[in-house]
């Protein structure tokens, strides 16, 4: 019981935060289209950013400045840099974020250098929130959730109860309607990419003190979140987050299982020698293959329901 308890708590926490990276992707995909390679490069931005104003003013504050700073950083990117090669076409698009990537990873080595920075937990949010049995629940853990939950309403009540919110949904699907009423689409799409570019710089953050701040953060999680998109539906909010936290249980689960095919093998009797073909295969366990079981879950969608789990589009 508290093995099932502490880890599903890790792994719901651990699934909130890669909703809150891949909300903007998702964000940015369904209005405009774009599959941003440089999207986790706004979370790494985030958390140096947050790192700096920690330092100097502390961290509450760095929470509310930081986002904003990286959804001014992703404004001037799509305003001078995207609206320019869109014109060219998706594969430009690719290029120029898969090139951006690049660029951010390369100037926060300039800035900050190499080394990891010393990003810690606020005092008051360290230290167990709740004891189950002998496991403790870290305060750090449930404040992550708490602003992930807090994104997703805030997000759902700009989206459908708001006049921006009505136009960016109208300007997904009818833009040329849109601009006929008077509003500026171009500058709509400039803000949905600043807001997509905030939800990262955001996750950044809160995960950048709860994990490890270093210029290969982005490269970490960079592929995860297109798991995580492609698995929900590209373009659907809901289906993001029902494969986040699918994803994040899953693997947090996996990495505690010691269980082996071999072992299976064994409790019907057939044993795994050194003349069994393909032994080391057999004898890997759930989880040393826990890092590739997300792609795994996105080949099999792929295959079985391309549009992903809650998705409008083909991805």
Known sequence: MEFFVISLLNGISYGLLLFMLSSGLTLIFSMMGVLNFAH??????????????????GFWPALIVAP???????AIVERFGLRTVHKFGHVAELLFTFGLAYLIEEGVKLVWGLAAVPYRIPAEL???????????????????????????VAIY???????????????LTHPEMVEALGHNVPRVFMLVFGGGAALAGLAGVIGGNAFVTEPSMAAAVGSIVFVVAVVGGMGSLVGAFIA?????????????????????FASFGMAVTDDTPFRSLWKLTVAQVAPVLPYLLMVVMLIFRPRGLMGTRES
């Open 244 to 264: 986040s936290i699918l994803i994040g249980v899953l693997q947090t689960f996996a990495v505690t299982i010691d269980a082996s095919l071999a072992g299976l």
């Open 157 to 171: 009540l700009v989206l459908t109860r708001t006049r921006i919110g009505l136009v960016i949904q109208a300007a």
């Open 68 to 74: 904003l700073l990286v959804a001014g950083a992703g």
């Open 40 to 57: 986790a490069s706004f979370y790494m931005l985030g958390a140096y950013f947050a790192y700096t104003i920690a330092t100097k003013i």
């Open 126 to 152: 360290d230290g167990p929130l709740f004891t189950v049995f002998t496991s403790s629940f870290p305060k750090y853990r449930a404040f992550m959730m708490l602003v992930s939950l807090g994104m997703l």
